[in-house]
Each structure stands twice: as structure tokens, then as C-alpha cells.
């Protein structure tokens, strides 16, 4: 344990494991609380859509078919138990039949009891096995009055319970790997420091060794030459120019020695003898002298061990750099999760509305942003009243509630309107008031708006604890919301610079100015036409805005070409949806976009570009835009050609519908047409006769094929 490699490295060793096993340990207890942050989110989230589905059996009036829905979900494996029970307890409704009149744990009943709804329960003697136990109380709405007494306002609970233990699997999973990479990692560390180690240090020692070692045994033809470093360099040099004394030295003491022996054979004289001796003290000074060269070369061996030390120190510093640099990563990715979660407005704004109006248990809620610029208020979401205003707009005035507590920046309880003439009694939106809440949605000092709850389910009065209830509800809800707005803020900004590249190609280009523009408006009313959903009309819409921004890396001497093409030119053109594709590859948000402008040359049978794909492997969305964009190609004048007639257009898709595009969505686009919903009028064969609309059929729709028009690029 004496060698200075051996130290070096146990050293260095120790550093890494500690350094690695530490950060390994601490990412293993993160990913293990996301993961169970995760599981209770899931369980809350699932015993609120079983709810929905046992409300709506019992709504309907099929409480037989409760059992077997109770069952059917047990049956999965995913659920570990799940059960109605009534107020005291006694379970009303089970998956396992045995359970039927029997009475909950204690420990659930005060769960239930207390209001905690989501709670991680251990589920066994040994304390290993947890769940997650979901409780959803049951109220008695106004439709089951003809089953239960309208008095009654809890007709149960549904409890469920969620294992855990399949989160297990994956944790361990994730340790098992944490664990092996950490072992590969430091033994590489350990083997890269070896080797520097070995190479730049123990093999010139070790060369030097065994050429002082041939020296002392008498050897004096001896020399090293190391380049490895620049002291190793100079101490290889100083070695040999010490041999190469020794050996002028030994031999001429050799031939002094022969010239003493030659003379005291012929002269016995004492002055040759007194002089000889003065020649040998003269050779043991020289002796003497290199013996202090050696001693010097032996300080500036000592020299370069005390550099190898000052590099280790240094190597230790880089170390402690290294793991600053590894937290600050860490708080990083912490940070990036929470700001690329994904963020639906909308679906924030119901959510919020219908958590609160369930809470509070109101009849009616509704939240408004507030516009600083105009004064105007704005109706986003209006829960539990007929009139729906979507972009309803009210101006602020003295008598408005939601006016009072934008302009005093704090909530407001209205037990009883009555008491309060200065407000009005019927709202602007159509409904009477009685009893009210309303809490400004505020984030520091900027104020976006109000969240707004009107009259209790049950007729009663809002109190105070409701007040601050809502007023909790109200400071979560504004961050959120006011997170949502700025993620919709940058889409608009990527979409809007995107858009603008989009322009600019189009803009140089006099063939195809307007065509992005065209091509959406069809896709858009083909889509509406099929019934798609919103979210898909909304992929497809940016979809064909942008999908030719990937001409803006092929040539525009290309693009403007009349004659011929030439398999080159054609193979170059065939690459603008490979391009777009990665243009928009770091935009999250776009990745459906991406992939259906990436698929939108395909073919039905499986000819199209840039991928070949088959019918089967390409989505809807990239059918429609293939179709609007051969259409639009078609009827708008380019280099090679002029516009073609509408009906020749026509004919065309008629002509290539089973190959190269869809014929159901051929059909729809032609009536489309024929209906002079696209602006252009044509006459009709009777081969063009439309079949029966086959839209909620496009609903369910995942995959079509793709298509393309010619080899030039649409």
C-alpha cells in the first residue's frame, strides 16, 4: 500500500464511489415520490370517473346493473376492492358479495367522516402492503327523489381501494439499474485512471529502475528515452547524460589505472608514485562531483513527485466541481417538469369551475377574466345555467359583484342579496341571485380576474369557512391559470414565427402565394364535414398552414423550374417533409403537427414519399391535407403549367381515389364542392352521386393512407 499509484487510485476510487452512490440514492427517492404523487393523482381521478358511471346507472335507473359494474372493475386486477357503503358504515353494494351488509373498517368510516377523500394506507399485517383508498360521497340529487327521500342529502359512498404494488416493480427496476450503472461507471473511472496512471508515471519509473539497475551492475550501454510528458522528457535526458559521464569517467579511470600499473612496472621511482596517487584523488573529487550531479538529479525526481501531487489536488478540485455541477442539474430538471407540463386552458377553466361548484356544493358557478385595457369582463365558464356565453363579454359597473371585488382586491360573502341593494339581484347573464361568493383570481399584485359561486344546491346560505374555502381555491387556481395563459401565449408565439417563415416562402413565390391559406380553409370544412373532434380539427388546421415550411431548404431555382425534371431534382423535392419534420422536431407542443406534415405525400398504396407507407400507418388528419393540397396544386397556375378547370381537378381525384388517395374522403371533398361550401362551382355526372355521409365513421377513425400529385411538390 506504499506505491504512490496504489494511493492515487484508492483515493480517487473513494471520491467516485461516494460522489456516484449519493446522486444515485437521491434520484432514486425522487423518482420514488413522483411516482407515488403520480399513483394519487390516478386514484383520485379514477374513483371520480367510476362515480360518474355508477351516478349515471343509478340516474337511469339500472341500480341491477351496479353489481356487475362493481365486478366488472375488481376483475381487472388493478383495483383491490371497491364498495358502496351508506353514512353509518354498513356496505350497501359490493364486487364481492360477501361483503353485502357488513360494516367498514372504523378507520375508513373516520376517513370518511373526517371529508379525506385520497389516502396511502397500509393494508396488511406485516406494514408492507399499501393502497391507495379512495372515498367519493354519493349525493342525493334531485333526479333519485323518486327512489330516496328528498331529505336525505348523502345517499353513500363509494370507497376503492388502489394497490401499490406494481409501482414497486418499477421502482425496482429503476434501482437494479441505478445500482449497475453506478458499478459500470465507477469501474470505468477506476480503469481510465489506471491506465493514465500506468502510462504516464509507473512505466518511466520503472524504465528508469531498470536502467540504474544495469548501471550498478556495471552496464553502462544503457539509455531511455521517454516523450510522455515534459518532465518525464527532461528526466530521461539528465539519466542519460549521467551514464554517459560515468562511462567517459570509468574508462578513463580504466586507462590511468593500465598507464599507473605500466609505470610502476618500469620506474619504482616514489615521485611517479606520489604523482600517480595525486591523479587518483584527482579522479575521486570528479567521483565526487558527479555523486553530487546525482544528488541533484535525484531532488528533481523529488520535484516531479511533488507536481504529481499538485495535480492530484487539482483533480480533487475538478471533482467537487463536478458534483456542484451534477445539483445544479438536478434543480434544473426539477424546474424544466414543471415548466413543459402540458396546459389545456380550457380544460383548467371547467375543472376549477366544477371542483368548486362540487365543494362548495353551488348550483351555479362561473369564472370571468378580468381586461385591464377596456374594462370589459369576460365570461370564460359557466357551470349549472342554461345560457352559455362563450365569448360573452359584460361591461364593469357599480352594481356588478365581480366590479366591487376587481376594484377592492379582495372576496366577497353576500349571505343574502337582499342585505345588499347596492348589488343587482338578477345577473347579467340571466339567472336570479340569493346568496353568493366571489374571490379575485390574483397572481402578486396583477389581478386576471374572479371565480364565482351563486346560491347553495340545498337553498341554505354561504358562511365564512366557505369564504375562505374559495378564497384558497381562488390563489391555486390564478397560478395555474396564469400559467395556462402563458403557455398559450408561447404556442401563439411559435406558431405566429413559424407561420411567418411560412410567408416568406410563399411570398417569393408568386405560383403559390395564398396556398397555405387555401389548403387550410379546405382541410378545415373536409374535417367538420367527417365530425372530427376538436383537438384534431386543431392538429389539422396548423398542420396545413405549415406543411410547406420544409421548401425552405430545397433550392427556389428548384421550385421554379418548367422544364423536366430530372431524378435528381425529383429525389431533392421528395425531402421537403423530411425538413419540415425536423424544423419543427423541437417544438413539443407539434409533434402531432410534425408527423402529419411529414406524412401528407404518402399513398393509399403505399407509392407515396418520403417513407412508403402503407394505408394503415398513416393518419387521418395527413389523408385530409393530402386531398386539399392536390386540389388546391391543381386549380392554381405554377411554373410548369396553367390552373386546371374544376372539373378536371375533379376527375383527377376521382381517377386516383384507391391508389393514390382515399376514396370515402374523395366522396366527402366532391360534395364539398358540388355544395359550393369551397367557393367554386362545377357540373356534376352521375358518377359523382355521393354515398350516405359516413362522418361518424371518420370520428373513430385512426389511421388512413396519403397522398401525392404528381412529382412535384404540391
Sequence with gaps: ??????????????????????????????????????????????????????????????????????????????????????????????????????????????????????????????????????????????????????????????????????????????????????????????????????????????????????????DFNVSVDFSSSAEMAALSDKFNMMVNKLRYYMETTIGHERELARAQSKLAHHHEMHLMNQKLEDQLREIENLNVNMEERIEEIEEANYRIADLASELEEKNANLERAVARLSTLYKVGLAVNSTIDIDRLFTLV?????????????????????????????????????????????????????????????????????????????GYERKTLICAPLMVKDEIIGTITVVNKSDNATFNAEELE?????????????????????QQATYLHTIQALVSAIEASDSYTRGHSERVTRYSLELAKKLGLSHDRIKVIERAAILHDIGKIGIDLGLLHKEGKLTPDDIQQLHQHPVIGMKILE???????????????????????????????????????????????????????????????????????????????????FVALLASGSLGFTFARSDQDDIPVDHGERFTERKVVAMSDYSNRPL
Design 1 to 218: 500500500m506504499s506505491s504512490l499509484k496504489v494511493k492515487i487510485l484508492g483515493l480517487i476510487t473513494l471520491i467516485t464511489v461516494v460522489i456516484v452512490a449519493t446522486v444515485s440514492y437521491l434520484e432514486y427517492r425522487n423518482q420514488r415520490q413522483i411516482v407515488t404523487q403520480i399513483s394519487a393523482r390516478n386514484a383520485s381521478l379514477l374513483a371520480a370517473t367510476v362515480q360518474n358511471n355508477i351516478e349515471g346507472v343509478m340516474l337511469g335507473g339500472r341500480s341491477d346493473e351496479v353489481q356487475r359494474i362493481l365486478g366488472r372493475l375488481k376483475s381487472r386486477g388493478t383495483i383491490e376492492g371497491i364498495r358502496i357503503f351508506d353514512e353509518k358504515g354498513k356496505i350497501l353494494n359490493s364486487a364481492d358479495k360477501l361483503e353485502i351488509g357488513k360494516t367498514i373498517r372504523p378507520d375508513e368510516l373516520a376517513m370518511f367522516r373526517s371529508g379525506t377523500r385520497v389516502s396511502l394506507v397500509t393494508n396488511s399485517d406485516d406494514g408492507e402492503e399499501q393502497v391507495f383508498e379512495s372515498i367519493s360521497p354519493i349525493y342525493n340529487r334531485p333526479a333519485c327523489h323518486g327512489c330516496h327521500d328528498a331529505r336525505q342529502l348523502l345517499l353513500g359512498a363509494l370507497q376503492m381501494e388502489l394497490p401499490v404494488r406494481y409501482l414497486e416493480v418499477y421502482l425496482a427496476k429503476g434501482k437494479q439499474y441505478s445500482m449497475v450503472s453506478t458499478m459500470v461507471m465507477v469501474l470505468l473511472i477506476l480503469i481510465t485512471i489506471a491506465l493514465f496512471l500506468n502510462t504516464y508515471v509507473n512505466r518511466p519509473l520503472k524504465g528508469v529502475i531498470s536502467s540504474m539497475q544495469q548501471v550498478e551492475q556495471g
Design 353 to 429: 369551475v366544477q371542483t368548486t361548484v362540487t365543494t362548495l356544493q353551488a348550483q351555479i358557478g362561473y369564472i370571468i377574466l378580468y381586461s385591464p385595457g377596456d374594462r370589459m369582463l369576460r365570461v370564460t365558464t359557466l357551470l349549472g345555467h342554461d345560457h352559455r356565453p362563450g365569448e360573452t363579454t359584460i361591461p364593469m359597473k357599480p352594481s356588478s359583484v365581480s366590479t366591487w371585488v376587481i376594484e377592492n382586491r379582495k372576496p366577497l360573502l353576500i349571505t343574502d342579496i337582499n342585505e345588499h341593494p347596492e348589488f343587482d339581484r338578477y345577473s347579467a347573464l
Design 469 to 489: 374555502l374559495l378564497t384558497t381555491i381562488a390563489a391555486q387556481a390564478s397560478i395555474a391559470i396564469k400559467n395556462a395563459q402563458l403557455y398559450d401565449e
Design 586 to 668: 423541437p417544438i413539443g407542443f407539434l409533434q402531432d403537427v410534425r408527423l402529419c406534415i411529414g406524412q401528407h405525400h404518402e399513398r393509399v398504396d403505399g407509392q407515396g414519399y418520403p417513407n412508403r407507407l402503407t394505408s394503415d400507418e398513416v393518419l387521418l388528419e395527413s389523408q385530409i391535407l393530402a386531398i386539399a393540397d392536390a386540389f388546391d396544386a391543381m386549380t392554381s397556375d405554377r411554373p410548369y403549367r396553367k390552373a386546371l378547370p374544376v372539373e378536371a381537378a375533379v376527375k383527377e381525384l376521382l381517377d386516383h381515389s384507391g391508389s393514390q388517395f382515399d376514396s370515402d374522403l374523395v366522396r366527402h
